[in-house]
């Protein structure tokens, strides 16, 4: 669980690494659940908005396309909803999202073995910022990826690189990164290796990228995402009468938490520790019959049409 000292250092610094975050049972159910996810693939049974979950890229000298990328694993696979209400995740996203944290990206990064596909340097939701200053009070509110590894990052597996502090800078230098491509050459940057079960926060105005690997082991990567639903009131909401578009209602918030209390439910059910049974602060619990009706995919608006 995350000490005042890790808190600061987050904040500080814009990420933070949990050791062990994740028993091997646990790891050893999602490495089972991910590789059936990728050897399955985007079957053409699927309907054509989960096909598209998959996402392929390109390695350098190659026109082949290779896996990097499933959106929604949530819906995917019990083990990534179970994962939703992990403990370890759950005290660390109250610590540093806000108490009135909100489950709202789900994802999973692959570097396939023997060809990985670049992440270049980016902050996350294409920032110049993104969070939240409570005007009221000057608390900063982050928008927090939490990112639980399910294999070995390394210099061979294309570990994530990122520069500590960068989650501070007025202008974002990530487009002028990414073009040149190099990492160990960027003035501050650290590579961060991690072992199986370790999980890596970092904020989304973090830069941070991986390079492209060849002929290293796979390496993947769960990224979920949170953010406190003050920031969320604030920045995301469509204004009265706006056709929504891109931005999230209540009622997409509200299915967001609905897959979380599932997790909860799915996670007691099968005997795993969870923190509590509902969502700490009630006016953002969902009861356990309505949430168990809902899809536990629940897509970004536009995302499917797009
Ligand atoms: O796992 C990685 O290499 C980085 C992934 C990432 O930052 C992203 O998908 O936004």
Redesign the pocket.
């Known amino acids: 669980m995350l000490s005042d000292n890790d808190v600061q250092f987050f904040r500080d610094n814009g990420y933070l690494k949990v050791p062990s975050a994740l028993s091997p049972d646990e790891v050893a159910a999602l490495r089972a659940e991910s590789q059936a996810l990728i050897d399955a693939g985007p079957t053409d049974s699927l309907p054509a908005n989960i096909r598209k979950d998959y996402q392929y890229g390109r390695v350098r000298g190659s026109d082949e396309k290779v896996l990097r990328?499933i959106e929604y694993v949530q819906s995917k696979d019990e083990a990534f909803l179970r994962l939703l209400a992990n403990p370890v995740l759950l005290d660390a996203v109250s610590k540093v999202v806000g108490e009135q944290f909100v489950p709202t990206y789900d994802?999973m990064?692959i570097?396939m073995a023997g060809q990985g596909v670049e992440?270049p340097w980016?902050r996350?939701g294409g920032g110049p910022t993104m969070f939240y200053d409570e005007p009221d009070t000057g608390r900063r509110f982050p928008a927090v990826?939490f990112?639980i590894y399910l294999d070995e990052a390394n210099a061979a597996s294309?570990?994530?690189w990122v520069v500590p502090g960068s989650n501070k800078d007025e202008v974002n230098r990530t487009p002028e990164l990414a073009k040149r491509g190099e990492y160990e050459t960027v003035p501050g940057a650290v590579r961060v290796d991690m072992q199986p079960g370790d999980m890596l926060l970092?904020d989304v105005t973090l830069y941070?990228?991986?390079p492209e690997t060849s002929g290293g082991p796979l390496?993947r990567?769960v990224?979920y995402e949170f953010r406190d639903m003050r920031f969320i009131e604030a920045a995301h909401r469509p204004a009265p009468g706006e056709v929504a578009h891109h931005k999230w209602t209540e009622e997409w918030t509200w299915r967001r938490l609905a897959v979380l209390q599932q997790a909860l439910d799915s996670r007691r059910t099968a005997g795993q520790d969870v923190p509590f049974a509902a969502h700490p602060v009630p006016a953002l619990q969902v009861p356990s019959a309505e949430a168990a009706a809902t899809d536990t995919r629940v897509a970004h608006p536009g995302w499917d049409a797009s």
Do not use: E, I
Request: hydrophobic residues 25%; charged residues 25%.
């Open positions: 990328r994802s990064v570097k992440v980016h996350d990826n990112d294309g570990a994530l970092h941070h990228g991986s390496r990567v990224y």
